[in-house]
């Protein structure tokens, strides 16, 4: 059944976790590196469980797992045999359980909430090649290229037990339509894909948030469709422009307002980060019905999300 589903059914939002990578950095990762936060899996993982222990403990409903960098042919690289490397992605998902069912057994920490979902993070071809053309998308290769980068991982992420898989930051409709073909090939499996976008209609390539919803909207195994690693401050129009081609649940988890630059790996602009919460409550009003954060955010922001997303609906609301 699907998972993002069974949860809407019940709770009017699903609250995502935010940021991994910097919360790995607080910790004193050094993520300068093209595995990125999956260079963490190799050599501290016992830190990747550890953030997922504090999303959760923060009030997140979801991990997303530390597979977003994660590829068979950026271990090989490293040095790690195809075993090994396939080691590690099922790894990402099985440190992300073990943090969820370590909380869930507290009884305290089930007082109105529904038991955490594990998503495994399906990054785009363009974080493989760890040079910025995930915000771009002009990646020059086919579909079916695509498509044979993406199977692998999606199969050892999906066999690790994952509930729901995250295709996210997909710069391109060619590449989320590649990724969606691949998930065809495992009837039982959801995902969400959520795109990047680089203005307030537009996905990193170009076209149109609008068309790609529209496409999304008849793929039956996309559980929900949205945005994600995109300032702040673009996400109520990419909203609106989503919900006039959609009615899948709609996800929104963006960065905290700041921009990347890839060519210096810095972050350039100002954050909005401290208006977070008031920004996720005009989006869950617009209809976004799964918030979360993404790149500079961490458990703070969940914990002031949290703080109206679990005790700011009515009990009519709060029952449907």
Known sequence: ?????????????????????????KYGCD??????????????????????????KAGADCAITASYQAS???????????????ALMRTSVELAKEARNEFWQDL???TGRPEPLVAASVGPY???????????????????????????????????????????????????????EVLGEFPEAWAWISFS????????????IAACAAWADKQHQIAAFGVNCTPLQYISSLIEEINQETTKPLIVYPNSGETYDAATNTWQGDSHAAD??????????????????CCRTGPEDIRRLASWGRTGFSVEEDNQ
């Open 126 to 180: 363009g974080a493989y090649l760890a040079d910025g053309s995930e915000y771009r998308g002009n990646y020059g290769v086919n579909k079916e290229e695509l498509k044979n980068f993406h199977r692998p991982r999606m199969k050892e992420l999906l066999e690790a037990g994952a509930d729901i898989l995250a295709i996210e930051t997909i710069p391109c409709l060619l590449e989320a339509e590649a990724a969606a």
């Open 197 to 208: 976008a680089k203005d307030e209609k537009h996905i990193s390539d170009g076209e149109s």
């Open 108 to 110: 305290e920490n089930r």
């Open 72 to 86: 068979f042919e950026r271990f090989q690289e490293r040095g790690l045999s195809e075993e090994k490397a396939a």
């Open 31 to 56: 993520l300068d590196d093209s595995l990125w936060s999956a260079k963490v899996l190799i050599e501290q993982p016992e830190l990747v469980k550890q953030v997922h222990h504090d999303y959760f």
């Open 1 to 25: 059944m699907n998972p993002i589903e069974m949860i809407l059914h019940k709770r009017p939002l699903l609250i995502l976790d935010g940021a991994l990578a910097t919360e790995l950095e």
């Open 276 to 293: 977070f919460d008031k920004n996720a409550r005009h989006w869950y009003e617009q209809g976004a019905k799964i918030i979360g954060g």
